[in-house]
């Protein structure tokens, strides 16, 4: 099962974005958000989104699935 996959790909590598997963596990980012947020929900996970803290001096910030960033805290 998937859900179970990405679980214990945030438990190995701690914390990773929303873009490296999609791509790791192949999904749409929309869908990895969804499956994410069933993580998030029980309490395994969280999301720190870097938007907010952004200045837009880089060329990074056209990337919002890099920009959000998805820990396991369990």
Do not use: Q
Not at 55 to 61: D, F, K, L, P, V
Request: glycine share 2%; proline share 1%.
């Amino acid at each position: 099962m998937i859900l179970s996959e990405i679980k214990k790909y945030l438990m190995k590598n701690k914390r990773a974005t929303l873009g490296d997963l999609a791509l790791h596990f192949d999904i749409d980012p929309d869908a990895m958000r969804d499956m994410l947020n069933h993580w998030i929900r029980r309490g395994n996970a969280m999301k720190s989104d870097l938007r907010a803290a952004c200045n837009a001096t880089c060329s990074r910030c056209c990337n919002a699935s890099a920009m959000e960033i998805y820990e396991w805290i369990h």
